[in-house]
């Protein structure tokens, strides 16, 4: 079946430490997205890209960084500039072009604080 | 810019009694609205979408949503609610003109109970 892996499910980092989520997806998408979501705010935009070796940052990039080397790929780097890093990390996404077709999730990285 | 607003952070309802899940938008253009269902530690699943023409929306598990341009409002219903109803629901708004870009709300916890 398609669709979208996220890994691992639970991530631990000490002070200092970046470390690094991944996405992968074989819906054959060239948009993905990296989505920050914490208690009662919704979906916050952390980086997305439409197509290979490009990607642009969303509305919360700080202490952020990503890649895109490969169509399915989409790792998210938290670094230790991000202060607040504990949170659920949502991967996802979609075709390009056809506005009106839903993003696609991953099952999500919770991310905590040692 | 466009925004979100989903004023009620939870919802209670009994089973076998229809839900209404409320949701309203801001934007400049003609929208294209979603609703995402998420259970716990999972991502978010799609449940239907509104692009144009008819208002009433039909979407999974029995789901429907109503546009009204007018009170700009696209509000979740269910005419019986079941316990397993019981998530944080979303609702999204994206532009045509923008792509596959998503605009959350803040999302609502519908509770069900027996």
């Known amino acids: 079946d398609g669709g979208i892996t996220q890994s691992p499910k639970y991530l631990f980092r000490k002070e200092g430490q970046n470390v690094t989520l991944s996405c992968e997806q074989n819906l054959n998408h060239d948009a993905m997205y990296w989505y920050r979501q914490d208690p009662g705010q919704g979906l916050r935009l952390i980086y997305y890209?439409?197509?290979?070796?490009?990607?642009q940052k969303g509305d919360i990039a700080e202490g952020y960084s990503v890649s895109r080397e490969k169509k399915e790929s989409f790792p998210l780097t938290v670094t230790s500039a991000q202060k607040n890093p504990t949170a659920f990390y949502l991967c996802?996404?979609?075709?390009?072009?056809?506005?009106?077709?839903?993003?696609?999730f991953g099952d999500g990285t919770r991310l905590s604080i040692l | 810019a466009q925004s979100v607003a989903q004023p009620e952070d939870q919802v209670n309802v009994a089973e076998g009694n229809p839900l209404t899940v409320k949701c309203t938008y801001s934007v400049s253009g003609n929208p294209y609205l979603f609703w995402y269902v998420q259970y716990p530690n999972r991502g978010l699943q799609f449940l239907l979408k509104y692009i144009t023409g008819d208002n009433l929306v039909k979407g999974s598990y029995g789901f429907e949503a109503e546009f009204n341009k007018s009170q700009t409002s696209f509000h979740l219903k269910k005419p019986s609610a079941l316990v397993s109803d019981s998530a944080l629901y979303f609702c999204a708004v994206s532009l045509s003109f923008a792509g596959n870009m998503l605009t959350f709300g803040g999302g609502t916890r519908l509770m069900v109970k027996p």
């Open positions: 890209s439409q197509i290979v070796n490009d990607f």
């Open positions: 996802a996404s979609s075709i390009v072009g056809e506005t009106y077709q839903p993003q696609h």
